[in-house]
């Protein structure tokens, strides 16, 4: 099944989640590797490349 694209503002409102779940997988003893393939990696990965191309927009901070 695709998945829907997500705004730049979905993706910063869902940080807090993201970073929820990583905290949780390495809790779990998750490998890198594995939690390179998941959603919310995915994510964190589009909206800091995003951020990183889009000079105007003022860093995120993150926690």
Same mark, same amino acid.
């Given at each position: 099944m695709a998945q829907a694209k997500l705004t730049?503002?979905? &993706?910063e409102a869902g940080y807090p &989640?993201?970073?929820?779940?990583?905290r949780r997988l390495l809790?779990?003893?998750?490998?890198v590797d594995?939690?390179?393939k998941t959603v919310?990696?995915?994510?964190?990965?589009t909206l800091t490349a995003a951020c990183q191309a889009d000079t105007k927009r003022p860093p995120?901070?993150?926690h």
């Open positions: 730049i503002g979905e &993706l &989640l993201y970073c929820k779940a990583l809790k779990e003893g998750r490998s594995d939690i390179k919310c990696w995915g994510h964190l990965e995120i901070c993150w």
